[in-house]
């Protein structure tokens, strides 16, 4: 079986620090994707061993935001699976068990140095403009003094023992061979001195444990990305293909996106927080659509995509390791034809909440009639309201000199409202069809244009200047609503 068809194991391993934000979604989206087009494993671990930093309920939107954006995983937290636990903070003493090893090796070691010490390195190492780095201090210490220290309750972490000479090669899957010479990496620390392992041990443990293949995660894990390998190769372990994807911008293009600078990325109607973008009246297929394409293409001119056409299409080989800048223009241009994309059933779903969050009361069955006329006029679902909120209100209000017709005086403009009431009146009930041309015949003989006589109804109909087109709404109100509505625009008028 060719590498690219064996059925792998990614995770997706978010920090409960914050919201979920399009970056975590874009790199859950290309672990779900690689696991079902291999018939593999997607994975949900929660890496929350930094107790300082962990944010009550982020673990709930995050599962939120995936099932909402259709990324079901195979394992996790809440449905187990044959390597969990899933959480981070429930592995404490694997994690322990492995520095240990590292330690009893001599690849690893306990330092007792004093944060006051290691400030006082730091600042040093500042005067002498050389890069920050530990000093080295405990290093060499002998296991039996290092022992009697710990017996003696001195506060210890545990440091990788970085080799210092020689070069490391790792391999990235976009990026292809990467070489640092050893001795600019840091002995960086593995186990803090509560006792809790930091992300370099926990997930690398986690990972191998897991039997993950294929480490798909941001570019800002690309400076330890030596460090992660030399773990790897420490243990013994095989190394997963190593997959860093490219950075977002933010929409300006100056910059990096960073869920800390939110000003400049959550307004006038966007934002980069999935749950935001719900609320905003977005798709998940279209933030699928949308962020599959930050990183990935297909070919030069194929641009959209359903989730299963992804997993059929979607490739690690072809992922882009330069920077995408998040336009959200294109995001509204997506969302608009996924929109279209969907049945009128479905379409009639997905606004209902939002006209009830309104305070509307919606019916169903009259939902699924406005859908079809909607559904072009519509880039997000929330603009369904002031669209089409009129459908359900008992009485619309429509301003004066929006009843006047362009050219007309209120006069005038009253008048030709009553012609088409005395027609509309005539029939028994409004049939687009049966209706819409006699009216159009009115215009004619009151020498006015459609433009002219269907603006009044329009307004006199729906109190709103832009609306689904006239005779589809007229039918769907009704003709006894209908005429109540433009005898009291007439009187408005008057
Ligand atoms: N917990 C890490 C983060 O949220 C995971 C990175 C990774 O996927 O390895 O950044």
């Known amino acids: 079986m060719p590498d690219s068809l064996k059925p792998v194991r990614v995770r997706f391993a978010p920090s409960p620090t914050g919201h979920m934000h399009l970056g975590s979604a874009r790199t859950a989206l290309y672990d779900y994707l ?57 592995r404490k003493e694997i994690y322990q068990k492995y520095a240990q090893q590292l330690v009893d090796e001599g690849k690893a070691f306990y330092c007792f140095c004093t944060p006051e010490h290691l400030s006082r390195v730091r600042e040093d190492q500042q005067r002498r403009k050389i890069p920050p780095h530990y000093d080295g201090t405990c290093r060499n210490l002998s296991r039996e003094e290092a022992e009697e220290r710990i017996k003696n309750g001195e506060k210890y972490v545990i440091r990788f023992k970085t080799p210092k000479e020689g070069a490391t090669t790792v391999h990235d899957h976009l990026r292809g061979d990467i070489t640092v010479e050893n001795h600019t990496l840091d002995d960086y620390i593995l186990v803090k001195s509560d006792g809790w392992a930091l992300y370099h041990l ?215 409202a009553q012609k088409a009431l005395d027609l509309l009146s005539s029939y028994s009930t409004i049939d687009l069809n049966v209706v819409e041309p006699p009216m159009r015949e009115l215009a004619d003989q009151l020498q006015l244009s459609i433009g002219q006589l269907f603006g009044i109804l329009r307004v006199a109909v729906t109190g709103q200047r832009v609306s689904p087109p006239l005779f589809e709404s007229m039918e769907i109100i009704g003709r006894d609503v209908v005429l109540e509505r433009i005898k009291r625009a007439i009187a408005i008028l008057q």
């Open 34 to 90: 690689l696991a079902k087009q291999t018939h593999g494993q997607f994975i949900l671990r929660i890496e929350d061993t930094d107790v300082k930093r962990y944010v009550p309920g982020a673990e709930e939107e995050l599962m939120e935001g995936l099932r909402w954006l259709g990324l079901e995983w195979d394992e996790g937290p809440d449905k187990g699976g044959p390597y969990g636990p899933y959480r981070q903070s429930e």
């Open 202 to 416: 926990a997930a690398m443990v986690d990972d191998h444990l897991m039997k993950i293949t294929h480490v798909i995660r941001g570019s800002e894990w690309l400076p330890t990305f030596p460090l992660h390998a030399m773990l790897y190769r420490a243990f013994g372990w095989e190394e997963p293909v190593w997959v860093h994807l490219s950075v977002f911008l933010k929409p300006s293009g100056k910059g990096k996106m960073s869920k800390r600078e939110s000003a400049e990325l959550i307004k006038d109607g966007y934002s980069i927080f999935i749950k935001e973008l719900k609320q905003l009246g977005y798709l998940p297929e279209a933030v699928v659509n949308w962020t599959s394409l930050m990183g990935w293409s297909y070919d030069d001119h194929t641009e959209f995509f359903n989730l299963p056409d992804l997993v059929e299409k979607f490739s690690i080989d072809h992922l882009n390791p330069s920077p995408a800048a998040i336009n959200f223009t294109k995001f509204d241009y997506f969302n608009g034809l996924h929109i279209r994309a969907l049945t009128d059933a479905d379409l009639a779903q997905r606004v209902k909440p939002f006209f009830v969050e309104q305070g509307y009361q919606v019916e169903d069955a009259q939902l699924l009639k406005i859908a079809p006329i909607i559904k072009e006029r519509i880039g997000t679902l929330d603009e369904a309201v002031p669209m089409a909120g009129f459908f359900f209100k008992q009485e619309v209000t429509p301003v004066r000199e929006e009843l006047v017709a362009k050219g007309l005086t209120a006069e005038q403009s009253a008048a030709a």
